[in-house]
């Protein structure tokens, strides 16, 4: 759960709230049942791995309810169902939107007539625990997500998020990532078979499964009026080695930058 500047005020530290994107994309903090909903702007690479950056319109959306929930606050476009098993914990069921890749985004990728990596949706299941350090709220979030498609594989991600900020309407809070992949959900994203290797002059390249990311980032929020907030976030994406040796990957860490204003309810 994510807290929001005037949701908790616990000494100095408050959670940040979030900018949320249809995407794989930056890690958020969850701290507060808040409800919200409203539109953003995000800048992204193409890929992860890519030197080509792209911007879109983004959701910034939460819903918390008793057991049905949907955000996009946690780094994917996800709904489900979950329960608290114990006091600041709590167990759910998703299914998850997953992006896939589209060639015509990265020149690199278009040139080389590398073929799209389809979008598409996993089903999954999470543990979240609230917590606080001193007075600083934590969420620590375990997440394991399948793809509804056989050959894309399965991923698990562990997030941790911190309020370390509050002071007047401004709050801040950091972000840590780490995303893991079976083989061949690395495969579908950085691989290159041989028939792909023939067509694209890029060399074979078949990956094990291992990290795909850590990231690492700062979240912030400005109450604007007691119903509205303003919220963005910076992140750094550092691939794993079993992706960052890809031919695909033209480097190894990329940037999200995204800043949108919700409604709370």
């Known amino acids: 759960m994510i807290a929001i500047p005037g949701a908790m005020h616990v000494n100095k530290f408050v959670p940040a709230a979030v900018l949320a994107a249809v995407t794989a994309l930056p890690a958020h903090a969850e701290l ?14 193409a890929y992860d791995g890519s030197d080509t ?17 949907l955000r996009s606050t946690q780094g994917v476009l996800e709904g489900g169902l979950r329960m608290q098993v114990a006091p600041g914990l709590h167990a759910g069921a998703q299914v998850a939107y997953e ?24 089903v999954g299941a999470q543990l979240e625990w609230d917590s606080t350090i001193g007075p600083a709220p934590i969420t620590l979030l375990a997440r394991v997500r399948r ?6 594989g399965t991923q698990a991600d562990l997030r941790f998020s911190v309020g370390v900020l509050k002071t007047g309407a ?31 002059g890029l060399r074979a390249y078949s ?6 990311f850590a990231s690492a980032g700062l979240l ?18 550092h691939l794993g080695s079993e992706a960052k040796d890809s031919p695909l990957a033209q480097r190894s860490t990329n940037h999200y930058l995204a800043a949108g204003i919700a409604y709370r309810f």
Request: avoid cysteine.
């Open 99 to 122: 992006p896939g890749r589209r060639a015509d985004e990265s020149g690199f990728l278009e040139s080389r007539g590398v073929p799209d990596v389809d979008r598409g949706a996993s």
């Open 220 to 237: 912030w929020s400005y109450d604007i009026t007691p119903k509205w907030v303003a919220v963005g976030n910076f992140e750094l994406r």
């Open 147 to 152: 793809h509804v498609e056989s050959d894309r």
């Open 53 to 69: 950056q792209r911007g879109e319109v983004v959701p910034v959306i939460r819903y918390l309810g008793q057991p049905l929930f």
């Open 170 to 200: 401004l709050g801040v809070g950091l972000f840590a990532q780490t995303t893991w992949g079976s083989g061949s959900a690395i495969r579908s994203l950085y691989g290159i078979s041989a028939a792909e290797s023939a067509t694209t």
């Open 207 to 212: 990956p094990d499964s291992g990290l795909l």
């Open 32 to 45: 507060s049942n808040y409800s919200m909903v409203g539109p953003g702007l995000r800048s992204r690479p």
